[in-house]
């Protein structure tokens, strides 16, 4: 019998589990965004949170996935603070963007996927 999937693994570090929360908020936004205003940038969002699912249920790939998805966003987030507006919006865009980064970088989060996930 399989294993059931889950959404949220609270037995995961604190980082890992910020970052399957963080990703999942991103991806919702990113829904709503795309409603709203027709933009594509934040589907890469969308991928983050099925990285985030990954994640939850201790899949190497969903730890990959959301680090690609949360890197190529970090750095269209940077050169459009470069190039086009440098608004509080947008620094916190790149904020928020790059502590999901950091999130997944961290020397926690990374022994924890080494170790366990599959």
């Not at 589990?17 to 934040?42: G, R």
Request: proline share 4%; hydrophobic share 55%.
């Amino acid at each position: 019998m399989p294993t059931p999937r889950k959404w949220f693994d609270q037995s995961q570090p604190q980082t890992l589990q910020a970052a399957v929360l963080f990703c999942y908020l991103n991806a919702a936004l990113a829904i709503l965004y795309v409603i709203a205003f027709q933009a594509t940038l934040p589907l890469i969002l969308l991928a983050a949170g099925v990285g985030a699912n990954g994640i939850a249920n201790e899949k190497r790939w969903g730890y990959w996935l959301a680090l690609g998805a949360g890197g190529i966003y970090a750095l269209s987030q940077l050169a459009l603070f470069v190039t086009i507006s440098q608004s509080l919006g947008q620094i916190l865009n790149l904020a928020f963007a790059v502590l999901l980064v950091v999130l997944l970088l961290h020397p926690e989060s990374r022994r924890y996927q080494k170790i366990w996930f599959r």
